[in-house]
């Protein structure tokens, strides 16, 4: 009898990079739900609130000047949603749900479930640079000041929650240069890693969707 | 000169990292105490007496610590014991009275008995908070206000945020009004002196001008918002506040315990028991009633807490002994020169300030032996000073979101369900009703004692 196992991706990524079209097409290849900024509308929902609010604060690095932690209680928003996100996303993986998770720690927050696998997704500067421009119409220097803007709040949000660093390859199954392969080339060489880990693994057994 | 330098620099390193919040603050101040006792007093002063004073283990074996027969002032420096004592004591109670349901019962209760309309709970609720905070620490009264009040406000479809905001508000206000109802007034009153009477009649009497106010400031401003989600409720299952006792000998002792620690800390004056005393005795009467519940309310006490004021008393007390804290009251009386209100109103808004942005505990902790220092060589009546500073501690920390404990633990079990209050919506009204409160203290102040 085959038992059926759950598959978590966890796809971390540069700003730029396409990390999270390949988080996409990996779901679409697997037939899985995506969590990104979309777990704002199940959270708004369960809480009852409006998700504009929690839009806000998502994947925002704590500044520690205009927050104060009591107790384990913190009066950073951008924490509190964090930690209601982690708490999601944990919640989720004990269910037995398998899914894609784009960023938001998941590395490190979903360590220890089984089935999860984990990528951070770089690229070279010049090709997310002209990606960037591309998809959000913006000039050189603007561009260039999002990247780093992001990136920066990216690696805050991370390193606030996680003790390892992100985008260190040690915290990771698997880095991968997008601009090697391209988003496509890159979504198939991780389709064909996912597939021979789950054979290798779970000598395979079935994936539970 | 090394000493003081080195003295300033320990304690400026504690604050950088206690406001940047990357290591918890326990081991912060304990960290930092401990790098003054031996650079400061060891390699610097080379003073085993000034270490042993700032230590203060020697308290524990004077009778005054105790038991004080008749009015004293005895003043005390370095590590106060008789505060670390107390606050210990009163968490075991407060964890006893959480642990039984007492807290979610008296909320639910009140809201039954106004049946459940928006305004009279808003009411009710600002007042409850301001009178429990009398007593007990404003943390564990917001915990469990700010929790009820979500709870209540999903029943009854209104908006949490603004009744949680005035409620922080006047768990901070009613903190003000007595010796145990907030941190730095336990440091002031085992400090300097000061009895509960002192404080109830002193800063309990401004408070209570300034809750009137407060109550009215927060009706307007907040009355719109409260009755927008009021109409239309449709059917709905009010909560049974009997529902909330978890277990009903624990409710009885615990009500008892904390009928019992009232009526000590009201009269202890006249007693002569000690702060010291009270928090043992209560803290014991706590755990010989918990039963088999003892070991996890032990447990449960937060160490942490208490941790971060030792090792603060520590790092203070070096300030102190290093003469520091002098300097800084000389800088006070030049400003002011030899006029007495002026004093009083830059020690009152500089706190407030000051408490608005940092931890008032380290910056009342600082404050006392300037007070001292400022009363000593100026002539100025120290009680003024002393009540100008608790005001200002504790009402100057309502006007952000980190002023005080309450505030950032309130925000906290607001957002936990979905209510998000940023500085601005927090700032909005707390930030003008903090300036109102400390300048209705200020002519209090003046129209009192001057």
């Not at chain 1, 060489?189 to 969707?209: D, H």
């Not at chain 2, 907030?182 to 509960?196: A, E, K, M, Q, R």
């Amino acid at each position: 009898m085959v038992e059926k196992r759950n598959l978590i991706i966890s796809v971390g990524r540069e700003f730029g990079s396409g990390g999270h079209v390949i988080a996409e097409d990996l779901a679409k290849r697997f037939g899985l739900p995506i969590y990104d900024h979309g777990m704002l509308d199940r959270i708004a929902q369960e809480k009852n609130v409006d998700k504009k609010t929690l839009e806000k604060y998502d994947e925002k690095p704590v500044n520690h000047f205009f927050s104060r932690t009591v107790s384990g209680h913190s009066s950073s928003l951008q924490d509190n949603l964090a930690q209601m996100q982690f708490d999601f996303l944990k919640k989720r993986a004990d269910a037995g749900e398998s899914f894609v998770v784009v960023g938001r720690c998941s590395e490190t927050v979903l360590k220890g479930y089984k089935g999860l696998i984990t990528f951070f997704v770089l690229g070279d500067s010049d090709v997310k640079l002209r990606r960037v421009m591309d998809v959000y119409g913006l000039s050189e220097p603007e561009a260039r000041n999002m990247m780093a803007k992001k990136n920066w709040k990216r690696k805050s949000y991370h390193n606030y929650y996680c003790k390892k660093r992100w985008g260190d390859a040690a915290n990771y199954d698997l880095c991968i240069n997008s601009s090697r392969l391209g988003l496509k080339g890159t979504a198939d060489f991780l389709e064909i890693y996912i597939r021979t880990r789950l054979e290798t693994e779970a000598g395979g057994q079935m994936i539970k969707k | 000169m090394t000493a003081q330098v080195l003295a300033v620099i320990i304690f400026i390193v504690m604050f950088a990292l206690i406001v940047a919040d990357k290591i918890e603050r326990h081991i912060v101040s304990l960290g930092c105490g401990l790098v003054m006792l031996v650079l400061v007093f060891g390699i610097c002063m080379r003073s085993e007496a000034a270490a042993a004073e700032t230590l203060s283990l020697q308290s524990f074996f004077v009778p005054n610590f105790w038991f004080q027969a008749g009015e004293t002032a005895e003043t005390s420096t370095g590590i106060n014991w008789a505060t670390i004592i107390f606050i210990a004591g009163m968490m075991l109670m407060v964890e006893g009275m959480g642990h039984s349901g007492f807290f979610k019962w008296l909320c639910l209760e009140i809201a039954r008995a106004v049946h459940y309309r928006t305004i009279p709970i808003f009411i009710t609720f600002m007042i409850m908070s301001a009178a429990l905070s009398m007593f007990i620490d404003s943390i564990t009264v917001i915990l469990f206000l700010a929790a009820v009040t979500v709870e209540l406000a999903q029943i009854l479809r209104f908006d949490p945020v603004p009744m949680v905001i005035a409620e922080i508000f006047c768990a901070n206000l009613g903190g003000s009004a007595t010796m145990c109802g907030d941190p730095p007034n336990v440091i002031i009153g085992t400090s300097l002196g000061y009895s509960f009477s002192d404080f109830i009649t002193n800063t309990g009497v401004i408070a209570g001008i300034s809750l009137i106010f407060v109550i009215l400031f927060f009706y307007f401003s907040y009355r719109k918002e409260l009755l927008a989600g009021a109409e239309g409720r449709g059917e709905i299952v009010y909560p049974n506040p009997r529902e909330a006792i978890t277990d009903k000998k624990n409710f009885m002792c615990s009500s008892l315990i904390f009928i019992v620690a009232v009526i000590l800390l009201i009269t202890h004056a006249q007693t002569g028991l000690t702060v010291a005393t009270i928090g043992v005795f209560i803290g014991a009467l706590t755990l010989l009633t918990a039963g088999n519940s003892a070991l996890l309310l032990l447990k449960r006490v937060d160490y942490k807490t208490l941790l971060f004021f030792i090792g603060l008393f520590v790092v203070v007390g070096g300030l102190e002994q290093t003469g520091v804290l002098e300097s800084i009251a000389d800088l006070i009386a030049r400003l002011s020169g030899d006029n007495a209100m002026l004093m009083v109103a830059i020690v009152l808004w500089l706190s407030a300030i000051a408490s608005a942005f940092v931890d008032n505990i380290p910056f009342a902790a600082t404050m006392i032996p300037v007070i001292r220092s400022l009363a000593a060589a100026q002539g100025v009546d120290l009680s003024v000073l002393a009540w100008a500073l608790s005001m200002g501690t504790d009402i100057g920390g309502c006007g952000t979101p980190i002023g005080a404990s309450a505030n950032v633990v309130g925000i906290s079990v607001a957002a936990k369900n979905g209510h998000f209050i940023g500085w601005g919506r927090y700032c909005r009204h707390s930030a003008p009703a903090t300036v109102l409160v400390v300048f209705i203290s200020m002519i209090c102040i003046y129209i009192r004692y001057f």
